[in-house]
Structure formats: C-alpha cells, structure tokens
C-alpha cells in the first residue's frame, strides 16, 4: 500500500476507508479532531513532526466535507517557521484551508513578503504560489512591488520568475491599479523576448489578462506575439519538453491568440499578413487523428484559431474556411468536437453574417437537438434560436413546438421562452403567432412564465385584427377538458375583452361563453378566479340589452366570492356586483383595455438577464458590443437609442398614444409587464395592472360611488410609514418587509436579512469575541444592472468604535458584495448606531438608515455561577449605585418560562434553584468592553403570582454605568411599550404626499381609486 | 481561468480540491455536492463539457476518479481538458501509474503537484520534465530536514539514555 510517510496520518486515513457508513465516519472524525484540539491546546509544546500531521490531518478531514473551525493559527505559524519542510506544510494547507475573504489572511502578509524578498529561492517559490492562489486586496496593495522586482529580476531563476508572473496577474486582478502602465507595456513586450517556456506560457496568461482591461496600452506587443505564435505554429526551436504528443506547447499557442483577441484590429499589414499565414496554416493543417490527447490539444488551438479568425473577420475566404470546417465538426461522431462546433457556429453568427450558409446544415444541427447528450443539447437549441430569421422561423419553431415534449425538464423553461420570443419576432403573420404560443402554453403550460403570456394579451389588445381570431382559438381550447391553469387565464381574459366580438358565432353567444369558462372556475387558484371574476364583470357589459338570466348566475358569484377569504377577490367581487348594478356607467368603466404602450418585450429582456456576464469580459462579447449586431440578443439596446423601434423587433402596429401618460415616465417606471421581472411579490399588483378596471383618466364617474377607495388610501398610508427610503423622482423604492422586525430578529439572532429593497438585499452576519466583534455586510445586487454610487457610513456613538472596510461604489448585476464593519465596545450603552446606506438605480438614488444591531446584549456572555459564588458576590454588591432595585410596572404578561427564555435570549444564563422562591428568576452574565473588561453582572427578578404586571428587578454588578444601563436595557425587553415601533428618523425624507404617488399614474387600480 | 479543481471518486468521495477563486466553506460543499450529482450521472462517451451556472466544467474520467476544472463560459475547453490529462501523466510519473490509493494516502503530494502545474488558475508550467525535477528537489529538500532533525533527536536521545 502506498505511504504517506506519516504513520499517524496514514493510520488515520485507513480508518476513515474502514468506516462502513457516514455516521462511523462522522464519528471516528469527531474523535480525530477532539484529539488534535487538545494536542492543539495543550501547554507542551508539539513537535515539528506533530504539528505538521496534525495540520495534514485537518486538511484531509476539511477535504472530506466537515467543518474545521480550529487550526488555523497552527497552520499559519508554520508558514513563518525556518525549516523548508514546517513553511512547506503552513503554506499549503493555508492556501487550501482559507480563502482571500479570510482575516487571519492579514497576519501573515509580513511573514509572506519576508519569503518573498528574502534569498532563499524556495522560499520565494512557496509564497508567491501561495499568493498566486489566495491572495487578496490586502496583499495586492502590500506585495505587488517586490512581486514586479521579481519578475523583471535577471539573477532570478526561471522557475521563480513564472510564479511571479501568475501572482502578478492574481494581485492585478484584486486591484488593476497596482500596475502603472505607463512603461509597463515595454516591460511586458521585454519579457516576451523569453527563451523559457514555462515562464513564456506564465507571462502570456499575464498578458491576456492586462490586453482585456487596456489594449490601448499594449500595442507593442502585438508583433512579438505573432512572432511567436509563427515559431510555435511551425515548430521551429521549440524544446522537446515543451511539445505535447507532438504539438509545440498548445497552452501556449492558445493563450496567444486569446491575447490577440482583445485588440481591435491589427494595423500593420505585414503582421497582419504572417498571422493570417499562420492561422490559415492551422486550419489547413489539422487533422483528425487516432490519438485522442493529441486530437484535442491540435483542436483546442484549431478552434483558437478559428475564433481568432472570426474576430479579424478575415478575408471572406477564411470566413468560408471557417464555416466549413464548422460544418464537418457538427457533423463528427466525437461529442467533444460536435460540442464546440455547435459552438463555434453559434458565435461566428454573432460577428458576422453567415446566416446563409448554416442554413444549410440546418438539419444537421436539428438531429443534435436529439443527441442523447445534454451539454449538446443545449449547443443545438442555442443555436437554431441563434440562425432563426423570417424565412425559416415556421420550421424551427415547428421543430422546437415538437422537441418541447421530449426536452429535458431542466430545459423546458428555456426552450418554451426561445420559441415564444421566436415567434414574435419572425411571425410571417399575426395569427401564426397566436398559434405558437397557445400551442406553446397548452403542451408546456408549467414552463410557460407570465410574461409569455402577458405578452400574448399585449398583442391582441394592440392588434384589432387579431381579437376575433384570438377569442376563437381561446374559445376552442376551453372546449378541452383537461387544461393548463395558464391557458385558463389567457383564455378567460381573451374571452372576456374580445368574447363579444364572437356573439354571432354559433356556440359564442355571452352564456354559452359564460358557460364554459364557469366550468373552470371550482378548479382554478386564487390567482385565476380573480381573471375569471373580470371576465364575467366584461361579459356583462358587453350583453347589452342584459340578459337577466345570465345576470343573475353572475350576481350570484359574485355575491358568493362577496366574503371570500383571499381580499383581492373578495374586493373584486364587492366592486365588480356595486358596479354592474349601476347600469350605464358600468360601460364606461368596464370598457375594453387601451392598447399598451409599446416597450421593449420583457421576454427579451429575460434572455439577456439569463445570459450576464460573469466577472471576465471575454473577447468575443467585447467584440459583440462593439458591432451593431442583427442578432437576437442585443444588449442593452434601450440605453442605447430609447424606445426600441416597433417594427424592428415584433410585428406589433405603432400603439395610439391614448394613454395620457408621457412616454419619458413609461421608460423609467417601465411598465407592470417588467417590474414584474424584478419583484415576483407584486404579483397581484400585476393582475391589477394587466387586467382590472380601467378608465382613461379623463372620464369622470360620480364621486360617491363604492368605499373601496378609503380601503386603497389606507394601504397606502401603511405602505408609506413602512417606507424608509425615498428618491429623486418619488417612485419611491419600499423595502421588502419589516425593517423593524429584521433589526429586532438581528438583536437576538447573528445573521440575517438587515434591508431589502426590489434592487438591493443587505444581509448581516456577526461574530462577537469579548467586547469586539466583527459584521460582515453582505450586499447583494438583485436586480440586472449595475447599481452605482453605492455608499455606506458608519455613524457610531460615543460608546463604539467602528471601522466600516471599504465599499466599491458599484455592484455589477447580480453580484454580491461584502463589507466589513469591526466594532469594540467601550463601555455599556444602549445606544444603537446607524447605518447610513444608499446607492443610485439608473437615475433613482435609494437611501436607507439602518439600525445596526450592535446592542448592549453582543456583548454579553451567559455564565453559569455557583451558589456560593453568587451569593458572595450579591453581598459583596450591596449598595447602589451597584446594585440597583426597581419594581416595574407594565410588564408583558409573561409565564415564568417565557421570561427565562427572553433572558437568555439576550444572554442571561438564568440558573434555576439558586433562589428558593419558585416565583423568582435569577440570571448571571459577563459583560465584556474596553474600559471595564470583563465584568460579572447579577440579576434578580423577583415576580407576583397574582400580578404578573408587575416585578421587582435587581441588578448588581461592579460598575455603576454597567449596573444602571443593563437595568434599563432588561427593562425596555420586559414592559409593553406603548406603539412599539420607533420610527427610524429617515421617515423625514419621505414623499410628503403618501395618499398617492405620482407614478402610480400608470397603475389602473390606484387611478381608479383616485377617481372615485 | 480556471476557478477550482476537483476529484472526485465515482463512489462520490472527495479526493482533492482547489480554489482559485473565493468561495467559503458552504458554497464549496454545495458546489461538490451539486456537482458530483451532475457529472458521476452522466453516461459514458458522452462530451467532456458540462454547463453549470453560466460557468463550464471540463470532466474527464480515468479509472475510478473523475478529475474536474471548472472554466468560465468562453475557454478553451479542449485546452483545459489537455490541462487534466497533463496533470495525470504527471501524477503517473511521479507515482508510476497512479491509482486512486495513491492519491488518497498521499493528497499532500497531489497538492505540491497541483501547485507547480497551476498559480491563479492558470498553467504555469508545460514540461513534464520540469515539474518532475523539482517536486524531486521538494522532497530531498523535506527529507534532508527530516534527516538532521532526526539525528538531532537522535543525539539527545542518546545523551539522555
């Protein structure tokens, strides 16, 4: 068996191979670590030998899965040890233990750059690569300096100066600002002139990385690159080591032309001509062959190649080239070629227009939309979505409508978004839209996302043309008996908008529609009802003259949905029955929805969220930017020009303006359709803006009418003395939730949510040490773009000291990002300190003023005492202002359990017994902060069985202040205070008129409220 | 670049892991498990290419292990598929044809490997020969230090006799 060289560590793995289940691992485990603890603890010291298989065996048991929270100062004192084999050990298991994000990190920058510039070259080797991997901010500002002097060094080794390399481009990625690149560029364009590969292939990495920030710089270095690629593509001097399975070092050649890439165009024809040389070369050259390790690594720089190519957009015989080869790869038996030609074609459609010749493959790429592999799969769809156009959207999308059935459940959503945003935007006609996606919504209703069908209801309403044939088809899948809950909605409201427009129809007359949508109705959720009710209140007002019949069977609905339990529909039903009764003015308001504005399809919008970037911007999506690109997934084309166009992207007719909203506040509030996309809670709101009532602004309807307005205002008023942040253009960004509750739950618990707004999550997580503690905020961006101008400050009483890490002023779409706040205790307070928070949306700017809850009890640590210990010390503390008395009125009325629990809660260890008198609480605590260190403090609750509003309390501790504030502080947890919620100040800066804000000027149910 | 390094075994068990970018202790259980649930799933001769939360991991299997890179979207992944293969002969040389054992009884050694072969997630060194010679030059180094710490201890367990 093989050895480790370690008999204990070795002994310990078989163990852990021996355990026949997790559970005895768990234990043999726990056992190993409750042992090294010890060992870790106790006051002998341990010998090298020790330490090093203790600090292995944590690594292993970390590498298994369990949670190592010890160690970690034992293996960072090993990286300052002077024996190669002790720093071998620290430096490793540091490197694999922690991350960048870890303070204990901090420590050891100074033992790190000590091995660093110190002569001992394997010294230098194990810090840079400890660097190299988890090195962070801190150590790119402290150590980017003496790592350069290393890597431009002439008396160093090769195999340092390569590591340099790679932590030079760690360090940069941390912080860009630590190369200056004025002079840089010719440093870099020096080292290029390498003979070593290893440190060639490390420097290229570097290269890659610097080019993607900043070609502009690095100009230079474009001829020396090419120069080498030439070298390597003809094998020319390239050392035997440094050829893999005959191909001369194919790392490198990649990250060559990865390099390459990032520069815009290549100006000088002479070089442009020896790397058009080269890559043709390439891609003439390569041949499938029998060994497969030589196959990839000659296909990895062949599809470099290709995408370098593509980026040049090369003379169109290269183009063609290109596509060819692609052509044969989708056609290959090996999945890994077939892979990336799927791939390829899919970007090459994003540069340049080759449309028509992937056409012709189009079968081809159809049969691996079957392949049994799902990673192809997924190629496939990508890029039948990526080739549709006008003259082959009906068969893809027939194709997909098709594969639909068969797809994998995890690609379903996917596949029914990409057809439905297929058919709107290559329709030939309207109809043929309609079709795709009642089809789309009946075989794949689960996967089917409101906004599909939103979307479908804003064409119809839109198009008059369309209405009859869309309530036709609606009408036609009710007749079905089993159905999608979705397609109840979307027929229920086509029905009911343009049901009449049928009423000649045979079998559409109102009740025979009123009819089949009522045999849904006992099936359907809350949210469906509610459709289904404004279906019926639009069906009666289109049957004019009434039909009585058909008027009672709708009243009686109503009147029984009257008390029902969810209130959305129980306010419709109350409105819709007050309303329809009311005769002539029930048309007015009940009239048919108003075309929608024209806006940007949410659904496209979806799939640029789905596509986001991860941190690296790639050179192709650089490039993609660059290009005004006709393929589907533009990016961010509303910033850009406004509006998009209506006819360039959805065959939908310019809308009438007959909404009186100005456009400029259309673009900003963006609509219901995509507020939805950043809030799934408004749900209801939604189907208030989608669906409710509507009257143009400008009729006026009698004042006196329903109460239901009071009941909106009220709302309102709620929702505005919740809110706390307020912006320039009063849509006014509410936090999601109770930031009252979340600061309370925050004071007993250490992590948790701190604010969430529709854009922004803040969570906290605490870890107190004695009167110092450490929080850590993390920020969360939830929306898809940037958030900028992000800020926090710190304002902390006179009683803390606080140190907010820094902040970056913008979050990236989707990002989280972490701050770091250290706090010490200087002396007992029960102050709070706030957090003054705010970041800018778009042109919204959002504050908040936070709470934090650095509160009196984080700094508390339960003790257990002794009778006797208690005691003498209770007598000890006779006097105030050290031991202090109160009888409290007002208390909650808590059982006796309830109030131990409450105490410890805060972290008073309440220690049953000690008091003989059952009715009495006894609890003991330490209090830890600077000034008076740790402190012992007593409390004694002594209750009233017949008054249980009433105590008399007890506090005694060594300090005066401590005394007194900790009395206040269990006071404040026990009595009822009146109206509880302390308003936090930011309420100041709120709207002045929360009765109704301005924006809600597009929210047809406030407007309603309004009018009457 | 590459953002970790996994091995796993076809049973599921962990054999090595390395970060290159931060993630703390929760996410990585959480990114093993969800893709050790992906990958040991997959059939055979299918590609090596998996798409996992807009990231790509590149698998290959040798024997009873699975040896996992994840890259960002737009890698190489051919070339990143030769990094493992590469790391493997590696392995092999230094060990002669290494088996799961190996790497289970001497994760350490893997470590010191790994650590000449990728620095910040990327490839640092391309010669096998190379690497050979100075993870040989690491090990008499450590055993030179074991060498005079023991005849150190030697000494004073002589004296003390």
Redesign the interface.
């Known amino acids: 068996m093989a050895h480790s060289g370690m008999r204990g560590l070795s002994v310990f793995i078989s163990d852990i191979r021996n355990c026949r289940n997790k559970e005895l691992e768990r234990i043999r485990v726990d056992k190993e670590l409750g042992h090294i603890r010890t060992r870790f603890k106790s006051e002998k010291g341990l010998s090298f030998y020790e330490k090093k298989k203790y600090v292995w065996k944590v690594l292993y048991i970390y590498m298994l899965g369990y949670d190592v929270d010890f160690g970690h100062m034992e293996t960072l004192s090993l990286i300052s040890a002077p024996k190669y084999g002790e720093k071998q050990v620290g430096y490793i298991a540091t490197s694999c233990l922690l991350n960048e994000n870890c303070d204990f990190l901090r420590i050891v920058i100074n033992s790190v750059r000590n091995d660093i510039i110190g002569r001992n070259e394997t010294f230098q080797c194990l810090a840079l690569t400890l660097v190299g991997n988890i090195g962070g901010r801190d150590f790119a500002e402290s150590l980017a300096p003496d790592v350069q002097k290393l890597l431009i060094s002439s008396s160093c080794r090769p195999i340092v100066r390569k590591k340099a390399a790679l932590c030079l481009l760690r360090l940069y990625r941390k912080n860009p600002d630590i190369i200056n690149i004025d002079g840089w560029s010719d440093t870099m364009a020096q080292l290029l002139d390498e003979r070593d590969f290893g440190v060639l292939t490390s420097v290229m990495s570097l290269l890659v990385s610097l080019v993607s920030n900043n070609t502009d710089a690095y100009w230079n270095c474009i001829p020396k690159c090419v120069k080498i690629l030439e070298r390597l593509a003809r094998n020319q001097d390239i050392p035997q080591d440094y050829t893999y399975y005959g191909i001369p070092c194919p790392w490198l050649q990649v990250k060559i032309m990865r390099a390459l890439q990032y520069f815009p165009t290549i100006e000088d024809p002479n070089t442009l001509k020896s790397l058009l040389e080269v890559l043709q070369r390439i891609m003439m050259g390569t041949d499938v062959v029998k060994n497969i390790n030589k196959n990839n690594a000659s296909h990895a720089v062949l599809f470099e190649a290709l995408a370098l190519a593509m980026h040049l957009d090369a003379e169109k015989d290269i183009m063609s080239q290109c596509v060819a080869l692609l052509g044969k790869f989708i056609a290959v038996r090996e999945p890994n070629i077939r892979y990336l030609g799927l791939e390829n074609m899919t970007r090459i459609l994003l540069v340049t227009d080759v449309h028509d010749v992937i056409k012709k493959h189009q079968t081809q790429i159809i049969t691996n939309l079957k392949d049994p592999d799902i990673s192809i799969r997924r190629r496939a769809l990508d890029l039948l979505y990526g080739m549709c156009d006008v003259t082959n959207a009906k068969d893809i999308v027939e194709e997909l409508l098709q594969y639909l059935n068969e797809a994998d459940f995890a690609m379903r959503e996917e596949l029914a978004l990409k057809v439905a945003i297929l058919a709107e935007k290559f329709a030939p006609d309207l109809s043929w839209y309609v079709d795709v996606v009642l089809q789309l919504i009946d075989k794949a209703g689960d996967f089917v996302s409101d906004d599909i069908w939103h979307r479908v209801v804003q064409f119809v309403t839109n198009n008059e043309d369309l209405q009859p044939y869309a309530a036709a088809k609606a009408k036609e899948y009710l007749n079905k008996h089993v159905l999608h809950e979705t397609m109840v909605k979307v027929s229920a409201y086509l029905l009911g908008e343009h049901g009449h427009l049928l009423s000649r129809r045979p079998g559409c007359s109102p009740k025979e529609i009123f009819a089949i949508i009522n045999e849904k109705l006992p099936t359907v959720s809350t949210e469906t009802i509610a459709i289904i009710l404004s279906t019926y209140a639009k069906i009666l007002t289109h049957t004019q003259p009434p039909e009585p019949e058909l008027q009672d069977q709708i009243w009686s609905i109503f009147k029984k949905y009257e008390g029902y339990i969810n209130v959305e529909i129980q306010q419709r039903a109350v409105e819709y029955l007050a309303l329809s009764k009311k005769g002539v003015s029930l048309t007015d308001i009940l009239a048919e929805m108003p075309k929608f504005p024209e806006r940007k399809s949410a659904l496209l919008k979806k799939t640029e969220d789905t596509e986001s970037d991860t941190a690296e911007q790639s050179a192709l999506r650089l490039r993609t930017q660059q290009k005004a690109s006709d393929a589907l997934v533009v990016t961010d084309q509303r910033t850009a020009n406004g509006e998009i166009k209506a006819g360039q992207l959805s065959p939908v007719k310019l809308p009438n303006q007959n909404m009186n909203v100005n456009s400029e506040e259309q673009t900003t509030t963006n609509g219901a359709l995509d507020t939805v996309d950043l809030d799934p809670t408004l749900s209801t709101d939604l189907i208030g803006d989608l669906l409710a009532i509507e009257g143009p602004p400008s009729i006026s309807v009698p004042t006196e009418q329903t109460p239901v307005s009071g009941l909106d205002q009220e709302t309102d008023l709620i929702g505005a003395l919740a809110l706390s942040t307020v912006d320039e253009q009063s849509n006014s960004i509410k936090p999601i939730g109770d930031i009252e509750e979340w600061f309370q739950a925050l004071c007993i618990k250490d992590s948790g949510v701190l604010y969430e707004d529709i854009y922004i999550q803040i969570g906290l997580k605490a870890d107190w040490r004695a009167h110092q503690g450490r929080i850590i905020l993390f920020i969360g961006n939830k929306s898809t773009s940037s958030l900028t101008s992000v800020q926090a400050l710190v304002l902390p009483p006179s009683y803390l000291k606080m140190d907010l890490s820094l902040l970056p002023s913008t979050i990236p779409p989707r990002a989280q990002v972490q701050c770091c706040l250290d706090v010490i205790n200087i002396c007992p307070s029960r102050d709070t300190s706030v957090l003054d928070f705010s970041y800018r949306y778009g042109s919204v700017m959002i504050e908040a003023k936070l709470r934090l809850p650095v509160v009196l009890n984080k700094f508390l640590q339960p003790i257990s005492i002794s009778p006797d210990d208690f005691f003498s010390q209770w007598k000890s503390l006779s006097e105030p202002p050290l031991k202090v008395q109160e009888v409290v009125k007002g208390v909650k009325t808590l059982s006796l359990p309830e109030m131990a629990r409450l105490l410890s809660s805060v972290q008073l260890r309440v220690t049953p017994g000690l008091d003989t008198n059952p009715n009495n609480l006894v609890a003991s605590s330490t209090f830890h902060s600077e000034s008076i260190h740790a402190m012992l403090c007593l409390l004694r609750i002594e209750t009233d069985p017949s008054d249980r509003t009433q105590i008399r309390m007890t506090v005694a501790s060594g300090d005066p202040t401590l005394t007194f504030e900790l009395k206040e502080f269990i006071k404040e947890k026990l009595i009822i205070i009146p109206n509880a919620r302390p308003v936090p100040s930011p309420t100041s800066l709120q709207t002045q008129n929360p009765v109704l804000p301005a924006a809600s000027n597009d929210d047809p149910g406030a407007m309603l409220a309004g009018l009457l | 670049?590459i953002h970790f390094v996994l091995l796993i075994s076809r049973q599921g068990?962990?054999?090595?892991?390395?970060?290159?970018s931060?993630?703390?202790?929760k996410e990585r259980?959480k990114v093993?498990r969800e893709l050790s649930g992906v990958i040991l799933t997959?059939?055979p001769?299918?590609?090596?290419?998996?798409?996992w939360r807009?990231?790509k991991v590149v698998y290959k299997r040798y024997a009873s292990l699975y040896f996992c890179m994840c890259v960002?979207?737009?890698d190489?992944?051919?070339?990143t598929?030769?990094?493992i293969?590469?790391f493997v002969e590696i392995l092999d040389r230094y060990?002669g044809s290494v088996c799961e054992?190996?790497l289970?009884?001497?994760?350490?050694?893997a470590?010191?490997i790994l650590?000449e072969l990728l620095?910040?997630g990327?490839?640092?060194?391309?010669?096998?020969?190379?690497i050979a010679r100075?993870i040989a030059?690491?090990d008499s180094?450590?055993e030179t230090?074991?060498e005079e710490?023991n005849s150190i201890s030697n000494i004073i367990a002589q004296a003390t006799k």
Not at chain 2, 76 to 79: A, P, Q, R, T
Not at chain 2, 104 to 109: G, L, S, V
Not at chain 2, 122 to 130: G, N, V, Y
Request: net charge negative; glycine share 2%; hydrophobic share 40%.
């Open positions: 670049m068990k962990v054999r090595l892991t390395k970060w290159y931060p993630y703390h202790q259980s093993i997959r059939a001769k299918l590609c090596n290419f998996v798409e807009g990231l960002d979207e737009d190489n992944e051919l070339e598929l030769e990094i293969h590469h060990f054992l190996d289970i009884f001497n994760f350490h050694k470590y010191y650590d620095i910040a990327e490839l640092q060194e391309s010669s096998k020969k190379t100075l030059a690491q180094l450590v230090a074991k710490a």
